[in-house]
């Protein structure tokens, strides 16, 4: 059953905090991409990686960081840097060959801060 | 900085109504796509048309595109409660590899 799954669904930040969402893919997809999408907005890009160990700022990456070890994975860390961390977090993935231009989503995170 | 806007941010309309929504954007684009998303889950893709496209048909979606605008609009007809969703359109930059999100149309359908 191929697909994208993240997790927490919920997720809760103390202050000063780093807290890691987990995105990992089974589609053999080569590019990977996380969103923040607040209430009643679009989505904004926070980073992308197209392929292994390497990925590129979106426009809001600051308090963020990603790392792309595995094909599979594209973690997500938010760090005590970001202030304003409560929103809905999505992870997308996508082909680079074919049908490249298409955005698989998965189910999202959405962090709280306590 | 986010290219595309859409309107309206929300429409409410009777089941088996048609329902519209139109998106512009600012710069020049490789292909426009829409998406869906239910409340709370993630987006699912549901048509793209290229730059060199005027029109394209999914089943009850019709999506049409005009460069000299800039615009796209996204035709839904003979909706269906279970058509109740957030839509978005995307669009691809001419050199980018990676999608500009809309704020999105809520839509509601009303049994």
């Known amino acids: 059953d191929g697909g994208i799954t993240q997790s927490p669904k919920y997720l809760f930040r103390k202050e000063g905090q780093n807290v890691t969402l987990s995105c990992e893919q089974n589609?053999?997809?080569?590019?990977m991409y996380w969103y923040r999408q607040d209430p009643g907005q679009g989505l904004r890009l926070i980073y992308y990686?197209?392929?292994?160990?390497?990925?590129q700022k979106g426009d809001i990456a600051e308090g963020y960081s990603v790392s792309r070890e595995k094909k599979e994975s594209f973690p997500l860390t938010v760090t005590s840097a970001q202030k304003n961390p409560t929103a809905f977090y999505l992870c997308?993935?996508?082909?680079?060959?074919?049908?490249?231009?298409?955005?698989?989503f998965g189910p999202g995170t959405r962090l709280l801060v306590l | 900085s986010q290219q595309g806007e859409e309107d309206p941010q929300a429409l409410s309309i009777q089941e088996g109504e048609n329902a519209t929504m139109n998106c512009s954007y600012k710069t020049s684009i490789n292909n426009l796509q829409w998406y869906r998303q239910n409340s709370g889950r993630g987006l699912v893709h549901l048509i793209l048309?290229?730059?060199?496209?005027r029109e394209k048909h999914s089943g009850r979606l019709r999506v049409t595109l005009d460069t000299s605008k800039k615009s796209s609009s996204l035709l839904i007809t003979a909706s269906r409660a279970a058509d109740t969703a957030s839509y978005f359109c995307a669009t691809e930059g001419q050199g980018a590899q990676k999608l500009v999100f809309g704020q999105g149309t809520r839509l509601t359908i009303n049994p």
């Open positions: 589609l053999n997809h080569d590019a």
């Open positions: 990686s197209q392929i292994v160990n390497d990925f």
């Open positions: 048309i290229r730059s060199n496209e």
């Open positions: 997308a993935s996508s082909t680079l060959t074919g049908d490249r231009e298409t955005q698989y």
